[in-house]
């Protein structure tokens, strides 16, 4: 069983920068592929970044490519999402999401889900 709870959201403006963290509990973070998501009021919960269990990869959006940058430190059982230059359009909600698997793009494949921390960006 693993918990994860995130942090760092807020209101910024575009332009701006944020930084979620996610801590997880367990002895077994480092075993887990780890993925952000996010959903905006209606619409479906969208693959932001994804990071594999070693750092050996990292995968992002089209959206958010160049613009925010995953990380993670397995000594600290934290996995990171920087966000530059925001734009209205990542207003959301961002969810911290951890896979015993291959982890991905696919929210389906995800076995953990934190609660979500609001991120809202203003023009």
């Known amino acids: 069983q693993v918990q994860l709870v995130e942090s760092g959201g807020g209101l910024v403006q575009a332009g701006g920068s944020l930084r979620l963290s996610c801590v997880a509990s367990?002895?077994?973070?480092?075993?887990?592929?780890m993925g952000w998501f996010r959903q905006a009021p209606g619409k479906e919960r969208e693959f932001v970044a994804a990071i594999g269990w070693s750092a050996g990869y990292t995968d992002y959006s089209d959206s958010v490519k160049g613009r925010f940058f995953i990380s993670r430190d397995n000594s600290k059982n934290t996995v990171t999402l920087q966000m530059n230059s925001l734009k209205p359009e990542d207003t959301a909600v961002y969810y911290c999401?951890?896979?015993?698997?291959?982890?991905?793009?696919?929210?389906?494949?995800?076995?953990?889900w934190g609660q979500g921390t609001q991120v809202t960006v203003s023009a």
């Open positions: 367990g002895r077994t973070f480092s075993s887990y592929d």
């Open positions: 999401a951890a896979d015993r698997g291959d982890g991905g793009r696919n929210s389906r494949e995800y076995d953990y």
